[in-house]
């Protein structure tokens, strides 16, 4: 233990140190301490090695050769994409800022509902209040004295007035207005608003094409001249002809305190004040500003024509409303070209149409924004004009340089079936060109302004409902430049529906694995209806709960995955292949009669299948799983007027592919059609064979396992055991073919000639006459070359030695002698530890005489593995590999039809080293160390190693064995292999010995 | 020239699709190990590798220049292969149901049965590795993996430098046992 730095300190150190990122004091300490403690020493040298194995266990790996170029085009069609996508709301904004947007919002949702109700008796309220605003005007209020409106009036009053303005009686209408729309109607201003409103107002509804009438003079000649001190009542507006006019808010009588904003409109500019705290700029410049006197009691809204607006909080801020004299001709809403926003201090926020905020701006930003084009603001960008910058080229080379009407806007609010508002729901306004996305504010709305170069049909929003996964399409009438919506969409009920799984047969299927999806073509995603999985009950009925209502032309994609058997898909609305019918208030899924068609591709050797329907919804992934090649053939199930798409790849051993293809595979009226990407890939139908083996009383013999051989080859065709009855059917590729099938029961083995054919097979074989048959000589022996017995390459770099030279076996060649038909098995059981532990996922390899491996098998859970059809009456070398549990080999020989259990112990490789006997040895010129492993299951095995250029010998994977001995030169070594396998064990000089001659 | 990840990311910002493939190209590398480390496939971590590299260009306008690009980007490699392992409990993959599969495994050709033995050795520690936790794991990989500063670890976790410590050398000491229980046995 060391006096300077206690052990807990040094090993909370440790990692730094280790690092190298500690400092140079501590790291003296560190090694002060490490120099006397041997346990944190120990310890450190326990961290080298952790981190040693580490570094070499966590190589980079590189991605596939053509991911770079996938991705870029990824990224290229995101981009086209997101091209003109709203922007999002800052994250940043307090929530004070969304209080107040809120209560706004709150305001205006009464209005809408008291539309129908106050339509009877606008004239009436409007003729009252107009009424009692000339007789309050004209009743002379005093200057600087407060009119009397009411508690919550308020008003604003002429502070100062340098030039010629007038009062008139034009109302400006805040919000968007509809636009041919049948679903809701636009809000309105306040009821007496409204309806001078609809005779003055330019740019809405029915009342447009009086706009071109409107102008100064005309409107001056309707006006009323106004004075320093006059109030404004709400509802009315201000048109500067000359000079500038200043305005102030002043509080109301009622106490309340309301914003102290002053406003100062220049000559030619048009403002409408609204209500307390709130006005629109229609035209002209106008600068607001926080009236310090007063005090300011809260934000002050400025819109723009046509919706939208500033929210200024506090600070000063000029707003610039230009005419637009084409705009105008257009009879366009608002009139208005650009309008600039310049916030010279304070802080404000810019509200979209529907009221949802769209940006913050602080001190020296700026936003400019054309009435039909998306916003664009800079920060404290000055007085240039940021739409010459083009800072997006994505977005510069498809803006309309005009900035000329080709923007519609689409905005509304989304509520719930009983009419909550919905916030952070995800929207996409989907238009055939583009696509944008957006989402719902903390009061429901939400706003869009796609481009829209013409009249657009077929736009639809499409709502998509977290946590549902649900995506609602709501269909939207013609957008044409220009359009304003203001759209109020409701969420439909959900509803239960209940539903019957039924198999090819018309039998209910049982326990199958349900899943729902709804696709949406022009989102091309396939979302999950619901969540989880459904599982058919005893009748295969089940009932999906809480599913929204389907709409029209929505399809509902039902994916049955039942026991055992492959998946099969269907639709609730007009099927692309399989249709879900309605009987009887159930929706019945039959399932189809699957066909397997089977891909012959020789040379493949890895076929990762993804399986998509066709039709509507092929872009979605049934499955993906790896198939088996046997043979270079793969067999895959196919659903009728469906297709299974296949991408198949060859691999090296890298991973990387080599080849690859797409094949799409389909069955239509019984013939299988398909297409096919890539080199040498033949999709067959295979041909239905069934057999039935007969025992020797003439029963059928269930339970026997068979295989059925390609003649020409020797390669397995199809592997299986009989059913019940004794029946199996096959499917057979290409039945022209000479085929052998052997039949293994109880170590007996017979074989049959299946005699070729074009047709369809119906053999019924009896054990007995099998029997009887003279069994053909060809064995499941094979060279190496054939894919199920292939040479490993990897293998040689695993031995340390030569195998070849140490395991000499006899020969095993293709054929066996004479006569030779019947196989044997082997049953595994492998451990390791001495029996304590069972060894799963070990692998068993059959060693061939030139040292080629075939796998035969993996061990299963307990550690079993049965490996069948193994060639008799020879030695067979059998090896079993497991990563971390070592090796064993076995030899054996196997009996006709015999069976054998075998216990294997696994044993971890050694690992030996240390230095070569000097002096004579060396002088002898040996080049190598020939190394026998003596005792244990490696026993009897010799190798040679080569020395390392230091002299020293170290050989890492030496087999387990109970000693080994070491030639060297004249000299001779041996080492009891003591201790655990996992300690390396040193050779030491002084057990060299010289060989005694 | 060389530009600096974040001096590319701000052009990406700006619109400038190029800068940001070069990111890619830098990036691809240390992206997709990471998603391998996590997913154990290549196709899973070729997927989750271009979904991160999407991602981080949809939020190209989120990221902070002041920061650095890599924990970013691992960042979202980490996430995005988190989604695809909890998809992927959600949507297994099946295996397949014939016999033909069944019985063709005994006789199937893998090539990757055999390893030499340094592969061996290093399958060993992946194979310790995944069994711990991801909160001790991915420290390490990203440590040794990467070869990263500790405090760009804790920025790519979204964890303190002292939180960071302790999983670092909790995740050593547990590495460390379990091997040393491996051999033992």
């Known amino acids: ?997 | 020239m060389h530009r600096s990840d974040e001096e590319l990311m701000k052009l990406a910002v700006e619109g400038a699709l190029s800068a940001f493939e070069i990111l890619v190209e830098r990036y691809k590398v240390p992206v997709f190990s990471l998603c391998f480390q996590m997913l154990r496939s290549r196709e899973d971590a070729e997927e989750a590798s271009q979904e991160t590299f999407l991602k981080a260009y949809r939020a190209r306008h989120l990221f902070d220049l002041e920061r650095r690009f890599g924990p970013w980007i691992l960042k979202i490699a980490t996430n995005t292969s988190r989604d695809a392992l909890r998809k992927r409990k959600t949507m297994r993959e099946y295996p397949s149901s014939d016999f033909l599969a069944r019985e063709a495994d005994h006789f199937g050709s893998d090539a990757k049965g055999v390893m030499d033995p340094t592969e061996l050795e290093a399958e060993e520690v992946r194979m310790v590795l995944e069994s711990l936790s991801e909160e001790n794991r991915l420290p390490l990989v990203l440590k040794y993996l990467h070869g990263m500063k500790n405090r760009e670890i804790a920025e790519t976790l979204d964890i303190s430098l002292t939180s960071l410590k302790v999983r670092l050398s909790r995740g050593r000491s547990i590495l460390h046992s379990r091997l040393c229980q491996r051999r033992e046995a």
Request: net charge positive.
């Open chain 1, 1 to 997: 233990m060391s006096q300077g730095m206690p052990c807990r300190t040094a090993r909370e150190c440790l990692g730094d140190y280790l690092d190298s990122s500690c400092p140079d004091i501590v790291r003296e300490r560190v090694e002060a301490h490490l120099l006397e403690c041997k346990d944190c020493s120990r310890h450190l040298s326990e961290l080298e090695y952790v981190e040693l194995r580490l570094k070499k266990a966590l190589v980079p790996m590189e991605p596939s050769a053509d991911f770079s170029r996938n991705l870029i085009e990824r990224l290229n069609d995101e981009a086209e994409e997101s091209w003109g996508v709203v922007e999002e709301p800052s994250e940043s904004f307090t929530a004070t800022v969304m209080g107040r947007i809120q209560e706004e919002l709150q305001e205006e949702a009464p209005r809408r509902n008291w539309k129908p109700l106050l339509r009877a008796g606008v004239l009436l309220a409007a003729t009252l209040l107009v009424a009692l605003g000339v007789i309050l005007f004209q009743s002379g209020v005093g200057r600087n004295q407060l009119p009397e409106e009411g508690a919550t009036a308020s008003l604003f009053q002429v502070e100062s007035l340098d030039g010629r303005a007038l009062l008139l009686n034009g109302p400006s209408l805040k919000g968007s207005l509809g636009l041919g729309l049948d679903l809701e109607e636009a809000p309105t201003g306040k009821a007496p608003a409204a309806k001078v409103a609809a005779a003055k107002a330019p740019g809405r509804e029915g009342s447009s094409k009086k706009a071109e009438a409107r102008t100064p003079a005309r409107e001056a000649s309707q006006g009323k001249e106004l004075q320093p001190g006059n109030p404004i009542p709400l509802g009315k507006e201000v048109l500067v002809l000359k000079g500038e006019i200043k305005i102030r808010a002043r509080a109301s009588q009622g106490g309340t305190l309301l914003p102290g904003w002053k406003l100062e409109a220049e000559a030619g500019s048009r403002v409408a004040f609204e209500e307390a705290g709130r006005s629109t700029l229609r035209k002209g410049r106008l600068r607001i500003s926080e009236s310090r006197e007063e005090g300011s009691g809260g934000s002050f809204f400025l819109g723009f024509p046509g919706g939208g607006g500033i929210l200024i909080h506090k600070g000063k801020v000029e707003v610039d409303v230009r005419d637009d004299p084409w705009a105008v001709a257009a009879g366009l809403p608002g009139g208005a070209s650009k309008i600039q926003v310049d916030l010279e201090e304070g802080e404000g926020v810019l509200v979209g149409v529907s009221g949802n905020p769209i940006q913050k701006l602080l001190p020296g930003d700026r936003a400019l924004m054309r009435p039909f084009e998306p916003l664009r603001i800079s920060h404290g960008v000055g007085v240039q004009d940021i739409l010459a910058q083009g800072a997006d080229p994505l977005r510069s080379a498809q803006t309309d340089p005009e900035g000329l009407g080709s923007w519609a806007e689409v905005g509304g609010r989304l509520q719930s079936a009983v009419g909550a508002p919905l916030s952070g729901i995800d929207l996409r306004l989907v238009l055939p060109q583009q696509s944008l996305r957006g989402r719902t504010s903390p009061s429901g709305t939400f706003h869009f302004r796609p481009e829209v170069g013409d009249v657009v049909l077929g736009a639809f929003l499409a709502v998509e409902v977290s946590g549902t996964n649900t995506v609602l399409r709501f269909e939207l009438p013609p957008l044409r430049p220009g359009a304003r919506m203001d759209l109020t969409l409701t969420l439909p009920q959900v509803e239960s529906l209940p539903a019957r799984i039924l198999d090819a047969e018309g039998a209910p299927l049982v326990s199958a694995k349900l899943r729902l999806f709804q696709w949406e073509p022009l989102l091309k995603r396939l979302v999950s209806l619901g969540q989880g999985v459904w599982v058919t009950g005893p009748a295969g009925r089940v009932r999906f709960g809480g599913l929204p209502l389907p709409q029209v032309d929505q399809r509902i994609l039902l994916v049955v995955e039942p026991r055992d058997a492959p998946l099969f898909v269907g639709y609730l609305d007009r099927a692309a292949f399989l249709r879900l019918q309605r009987e009887g208030g159930e929706w019945i899924l039959r399932s189809p009669k699957l066909t397997p068609v089977l891909l012959e591709a020789p040379g493949v050797t890895r076929v990762l299948v993804e399986e998509r329907p066709q039709g509507p919804a092929r872009d979605m992934l049934l499955r993906k799983r790896e198939l088996p090649v046997v043979g270079g053939r793969v067999r895959v199930m196919v659903v009728p007027q469906a297709s299974a798409i296949l991408r198949w790849w060859t691999q090296d051993a890298e991973g990387a592919r080599v080849h690859e293809g797409r094949v799409v595979a389909g069955v239509v009226a019984g013939a299988v059609k398909g297409s096919v990407q890539g080199p040498r890939v033949l999709i067959k139908k295979p041909q239905r064979l069934q057999i039935q083996v007969l025992d020797a009383r003439g029963e059928g013999a269930s339970g026997l396992r068979f295989v059925l051989l390609r003649r020409k080859d020797g390669l397995p065709v199809l592997f299986g055991k009989t059913a019940k009855g004794g029946f199996a059917n096959l499917l057979l590729v290409d039945s022209r073919e000479d085929l052998e099938l052997r039949v293994s029961d109880q170590g007996r083995t017979r074989s049959f000639d299946l005699p070729p054919t074009g047709d369809l097979l119906v053999a019924r074989l009896s054990f007995g006459r099998i029997a009887q048959k003279k069994a053909p000589s060809e064995t499941l022996a094979r060279e190496g070359g054939d894919p199920g017995f292939r040479l490993v390459g990897p293998l040689r770099s695993w031995r340390p030695f030569a195998w070849k030279t140490a395991w000499k076996t006899s020969a095993w060649k293709t054929k066996g002698p004479k006569g030779e038909n019947q196989l044997g098995s082997v049953q595994l059981s492998l451990s390791a530890g001495g029996g304590a532990r069972v060894v799963p996922s070990a692998r068993v390899y059959l060693l061939s005489e030139d040292g080629g491996l075939a796998l035969l098998g993996t061990s299963d859970l307990l550690g079993q593995v049965k490996v069948v059809d193994l060639p008799v009456e020879r030695v067979l070398r059998l090896l079993v590999v497991h990563p971390v549990e070592g090796a064993a080999m076995a030899e054996l020989k196997l009996r006709s039809g015999e069976t054998r259990r075998m216990l294997l112990e696994l044993h971890a490789r050694k690992r030996v080293g240390g230095a070569l006997p000097k002096g004579k040895a060396g002088a002898s010129g040996a080049r190598f160390v020939e190394v026998e492993i003596l005792g244990g299951p490696f026993g009897g095995i010799r190798t040679v190693a080569i020395p390392g250029a230091d002299g020293r010998l170290d050989l890492k994977d030496l087999p387990a064995g109970e000693s080994y001995r070491f030639r060297y030169g004249g000299y001779e070594a041996r080492l009891n292999a003591s201790g655990d396998a996992k300690t390396s064990q040193v050779l030491r000089p002084d057990l060299w010995k010289p060989v005694a001659k």
